[in-house]
């Protein structure tokens, strides 16, 4: 499974592997938007080291994990749990906020393309 995101003009595409459960390994959509925003996450904490008065806003298609990560929706998904946790953990004392955008004006999804 690939995901990628976009920082200013920097594009990260990266190769993960399916999320290994006791069922055996798992992969959708959502799992594959989490694992993404963690990987953001993880560089916008080195980042905010460097540049700690910088602000960040994390945009993203998937409805459902940005009104996640905003606190608009619970989490019903035990698969989500504890991707969810470790994304919220990362998010945790930095300057972000989450803003859902429209598949079609999404950047870092047209290079998965």
């Given at each position: 499974m690939w995901v990628a995101y976009v920082i200013g003009d920097e594009e990260h595409v990266h190769e993960i592997p399916d999320l290994p459960t006791d069922r055996g390994p798992q992969r959708s959509n959502n799992i594959a938007e989490y694992r993404a925003l963690i990987l953001l996450l993880r560089r916008l904490r080195e980042l905010a080291a460097a540049r700690p008065r910088e602000r960040y806003v994390v945009s993203g298609d998937s409805q459902l994990v940005v009104y996640q990560m905003?606190?608009?929706?619970?989490?019903?998904?035990?698969?989500?749990?504890?991707?969810?946790?470790?994304?919220?953990?990362?998010?945790?004392?930095?300057?972000?906020?989450?803003?859902?955008?429209?598949?079609?004006?999404?950047?870092?999804?047209?290079l998965l393309e």
């Open positions: 905003a606190g608009r929706y619970r989490v019903r998904d035990a698969k989500l749990l504890p991707l969810h946790a470790e994304a919220k953990g990362l998010a945790r004392g930095l300057p972000v906020t989450f803003r859902w955008i429209p598949r079609e004006q999404n950047r870092a999804g047209h």
